[in-house]
Nanobody, 122 residues
Framework: QVQLVESGGGLVQAGGSLRLSCAAS????????MGWFRQAPGKEREFVAA???????TFADSVKGRFTISRDNAANTVYLQMNSLKPEDTAVYYC????????????????WGQGTQVTVSS
């Protein structure tokens, strides 16, 4: 059974940092691109960042220069380092395994974690 489990969310003040982790189990994802999405209340799920199996990466414009994405294939884990957080970054953050197609659309991913809440206070 494939599982993705996010952790590391919490409450932080604006300007602070958090590091999210996504631990995968049930199969290896070393040859799979992995992505992070977020969803704020009343809004659609939106792309945040993705890392390819060869460590390439892409980011949403809203987080460029503030967020970094990395992966540890030996640990089957993906990370999202979030710096200079803003109140508008408040959302539930999800990691997902890419199945094909554009990295920017949720429909391009087939496995999802349950999400972790990130709240940034002003």
């Amino acid at each position: 059974q494939v599982q993705l489990v996010e952790s590391g969310g919490g409450l932080v003040q604006a300007g602070g940092s958090l590091r999210l982790s996504c631990a995968a189990s049930g199969r290896t994802f070393s040859r799979t691109a992995m992505g992070w999405f977020r969803q704020a209340p009343g809004k659609e799920r939106e792309f945040v960042a993705a890392v390819t199996w060869s460590y390439g990466h892409t980011f949403a414009d809203s987080v460029k220069g503030r967020f970094t994405i990395s992966r540890d294939n030996a640990a089957n884990t993906v990370y999202l380092q979030m710096n200079s957080l803003k109140p508008e970054d408040t959302a539930v953050y999800y990691c997902a395994a890419h199945k094909g197609g554009s990295y920017y659309y949720p429909t391009s991913y087939d496995y999802w974690g349950q999400g972790t809440q990130v709240t940034v206070s002003s």
